[in-house]
């Protein structure tokens, strides 16, 4: 039986090493044994903290979800509208965040949560809060607008996670906050209404 105070070091070692080598070899292609190996623990060990591969899939999705939030509470804190909103596009798209290695665990997540029940109940509380969050720093906008401007930036992280795990679009994180931070202006820029348009 393996030491209690050694399991909460085991199985982060274990996640840490599940994240290199989905990032490597795709979710469909690594095994347990393969990152058991990784983490220097036997495959025996791996299962016994984690029973099987979508388990462990499951805690390591977990943890990088926890570990976000962690980062965007109190980057948040204390900010308001605009500020607030570019706090939390920041922290998804850090550099740590927009690492090779986590956006591949993040297209695996979003893959497995269609068919596996619990990694799709983690994958809504992600939607959820996310969109939560950044209707937080919308309240200068009317609902229906804040609503379409939240779902944009949602979606537009999503893309970029997706075009860095193809290889395509911006490879930078700096470059990626950018990009979203303009279609945040974009959406926050005053509109003139019908009324005052221009006569032809």
């Given at each position: 039986m393996p030491k209690i105070g050694m399991e909460p070091i085991r199985r982060r070692a274990l996640i840490d090493a599940a994240i290199s080598a989905i990032g490597e070899r795709g979710a469909l292609n690594v095994t347990m044994s393969d990152i058991a190996g990784r983490a220097g623990v036997s495959?025996?060990?791996?299962?016994?903290?984690?029973?099987?591969?979508?388990?462990?899939?499951?805690?390591?999705?977990?943890?990088?979800?926890?570990?976000?939030?962690?980062?965007?509470r109190p980057a948040m804190a204390g900010l308001a509208g605009a500020d607030r909103v570019r706090a939390i596009i920041?922290?998804?798209?850090s550099p740590d965040q927009f690492r090779p290695e986590i956006i591949a665990a993040w297209l695996a997540f979003y893959v497995e949560a269609r068919r596996d029940a619990a990694l799709g109940r983690l994958f809504r509380?992600?939607?959820?809060?996310?969109?939560?969050?950044?209707?937080?720093?919308?309240?200068?906008?009317?609902?229906?607008?804040?609503?379409?401007t939240a779902r944009g930036i949602a979606a537009l992280i999503d893309g970029l996670y997706l075009r860095r795990a193809l290889g395509e679009g911006v490879e930078d994180s700096a470059a990626a906050i950018a990009l979203v931070e303009d279609y945040l202006d974009m959406a926050l820029a005053p509109h003139p209404s019908h009324g005052n348009q221009p006569h032809a």
């Open positions: 495959t025996a060990l791996a299962h016994h903290y984690f029973g099987g591969k979508d388990d462990l899939l499951f805690a390591t999705m977990r943890h990088i979800l926890a570990k976000l939030g962690d980062e965007i920041a922290v998804n798209l509380i992600y939607v959820h809060r996310l969109h939560s969050d950044l209707m937080s720093g919308l309240t200068d906008l009317p609902r229906t607008s804040a609503i379409r």
